[in-house]
């Protein structure tokens, strides 16, 4: 069994429906019909919108990774938290215990004088 044509690649964005006006003057989209439906995939890259052309034959596996990419990122976001949630965690008991340390020290020291 050959999984790797079975995989779904992630992709960024999602499929969109257009419907288009040709511009010729006799044409039925002059009066509403508009040619189409047309598929696309519609992503951002930094402060641009991307934006290519779907088979109608190839949408529902577009959508389908479109899908698959919304689901890791949202994971990963949440997985992202969760470790700033445990860093500050792990960040507050080394600063409990350095506190406490140095009380102990202080203490030990202050026995020590007064012997």
């Given amino acids: 069994m050959n999984y790797e044509s079975e995989s779904i690649t992630p ?3 999602e499929v969109c429906t257009q419907y288009t006006r040709c511009g010729k003057t006799g044409c039925r989209c002059r009066t509403g019909q508009l040619h189409g439906p047309y598929y696309y995939r519609i992503w951002r890259e930094g402060a641009k919108v991307r934006k290519i052309y779907v088979r109608e034959a190839d949408v529902d ?17 949440e997985l992202r938290a969760r470790r700033q949630e445990l860093t500050q965690s792990i960040r507050r008991s080394c600063r409990a215990s350095d506190n406490l340390v140095k009380r102990v020290k202080g ?6 004088v007064n012997r």
Avoid at 64 to 74: F, P, Q, V
Avoid at 107 to 112: F, I, M, R
């Fill in 11 to 13: 992709l960024k964005g």
């Fill in 61 to 77: 596996r577009v959508r389908e990774a479109c899908a698959t990419y919304r689901e890791l990122d949202k994971a990963l976001r």
């Fill in 107 to 112: 203490e030990q020291s202050g026995l020590d």
